[in-house]
């Protein structure tokens, strides 16, 4: 066999491939076996016809097509792995000499990964945010703490701003009630704003016993987009009484004597969710340097494809959902759907380039994965996706994804050993602790963020991305 490799840009090749006859016995072999199993001639049993006779029976251009079949994908792939060619998707594949008991010839055009020139990486510095909580951001997690033990008393007034009422609604349309379109006893608390447009505006001012019929924009189902006449009625209305910050409350809410020890318990809390977010602002602005410093070459049928598989699960979810990219776009407050690819495209071309960088870099470094990180990375994957490691294991492995997800786990890695190499300051000047920047720190951290009921939400964003190039993934 006989290849050459031809660059056609900087992410793309032709291979060039010629077969001598002998190789393809063996495609011969398994084309005229399947054959023989398929194609019944008088005299002879299934599975035994001679070779001639099957050529003479369905024509032996027939069987040469099929043999084409076979053989090129096993040919292909040889030469890529002798080569080692990294290509990206499959390629375009086109015959170009197909002499009988002689040679088969023939082209595939494929995408690859660029070859990139990467700059010293020995004197990386980035600047974070400093850690800084303020009384105001305390009062507001305390406040947070004081609504949860709140008492509801009834109250004989209109309703207004962070009342709780319960209340009845029907949604007609053309003077039709709507499939599920009434309630009854429905809890709501004024001015959530998280139930329909148009409700909070209405439930102002009502008294128990009282209804109001408003317009709002349906965003789901079969009439998405068309607007609906809504009443509601108010049956009755109660205010939240909060109860006094004082060392009672604190006793009451948590396991301190004193208010001033809460407060200081929550400060500590704070700084410790705002440390997390140095570590991904530092991996987020280590990555975005890489991006302005390194010249990346990216296929655009590469990013066009993965634009277009993200809108066909997009339109799944949203069908699901029983809406529409109008509905969408109208909730999002997106003003146009190229608005939205636009923004889809740059994120998945930025996405792309990370991962390039990120192989490129663990190529030079030769950086390996070994079982601990798979395992950390899959316990880590498992609980942010709330199953068992052995559930998210099995997934991976009927999925077909554990290439890729190896190849995940090395990019992390990766990003990991620059974070260690990189100065880290704040603000202020002063250097940033490097182990609060490790992402298996980071992420465990943000797991004891979590299940505390007053951890902020950011500690959640700053352990939802291991890797920056995931966005690229399926």
Do not use: C
């Amino acid at each position: 066999m006989k290849s050459t490799i031809e660059e056609l840009g900087p992410t793309r090749v032709r291979m060039a491939i010629e077969v001598a006859w002998g190789d393809l016995d063996h495609a011969f072999g398994e084309v005229y076996k399947e054959l023989g199993k398929q194609v019944r001639v008088p005299g002879f049993r299934p599975g035994k016809v001679p070779n001639r006779v099957l050529d003479q029976r369905i024509g032996r251009p027939v069987v040469l097509e099929q043999v084409v079949q076979h053989a090129i994908p096993e040919i292909y792939s040889e030469v890529v792995r002798e080569n080692q060619v990294r290509v990206l998707g499959q390629p375009d594949v086109e015959v170009t000499r197909l002499d009988d008991n002689d040679t088969l010839a023939f082209t595939a055009e494929v995408d690859v990964a660029p070859q990139l020139e990467l700059p010293a990486l020995d004197s990386l510095a980035v600047t974070v945010e400093d850690v800084e909580v303020t009384d105001e951001e305390i009062d507001q997690q305390v406040t947070v703490m004081r609504e949860r033990f709140g008492m509801l008393q009834s109250v004989e007034r209109p309703a207004q701003e962070g009342d709780f009422v319960s209340i009845d609604l029907e949604a007609t349309l053309n003077g039709e009630v709507l499939e599920d379109g009434s309630t009854t006893g429905m809890s709501y608390e004024v001015g959530s704003g998280n139930l329909m447009e148009g409700l909070d505006d209405a439930v102002k001012g009502l008294s128990a016993e009282e209804s109001k019929t408003f317009q709002t924009a349906l965003l789901s189902g079969p009439n998405a987009g068309e607007s609906a006449d809504v009443t509601v009625t108010v049956r009755s209305v109660k205010e939240k009484e909060l109860p006094e910050l004082d060392d009672e409350f604190a006793q009451t809410a948590s396991e301190f004597d004193t208010l001033a020890e809460l407060r200081e318990d929550v400060r500590t809390r704070l700084s410790r969710t705002k440390v997390i977010g140095q570590g991904a602002q530092a991996r987020d602005k280590l990555v975005e340097h890489l991006l302005q410093t390194i010249e990346v070459p990216i296929p655009e049928t590469l990013v066009e494809r993965e634009v277009e598989w993200r809108n066909r699960a997009f339109e799944n979810e949203l069908r699901q959902a029983g809406m529409d990219w109008d509905a969408f776009l109208q909730m999002s407050g997106v003003e146009s759907r190229e608005d939205y690819d636009a923004e889809q495209k740059k994120n998945v071309e930025e996405a792309v380039k990370t991962q390039f960088i990120l192989d490129a870099i663990a190529d030079a470094r030769e950086v390996t994965v070994d079982n601990d990180d798979l395992s950390a990375q899959i316990m880590a994957q498992a609980q942010r996706n709330r199953m068992s490691p052995e559930q998210y294991a099995q997934q991976l492995q009927q999925s077909g994804n554990i290439a890729e997800f190896v190849a995940d786990v090395r990019r992390t890695k990766t990003l990991a050993q620059l974070l260690e190499q990189t100065t880290i300051t704040d603000a202020s000047g002063n250097t940033v602790d490097l182990e609060a920047l490790r992402p298996k720190t980071v992420q465990a951290s943000a797991a004891e963020e979590a299940t505390s009921e007053d951890a902020d939400e950011d500690a959640d964003e700053a352990a939802a991305d291991e890797a920056p190039a995931e966005d690229a993934d399926k």
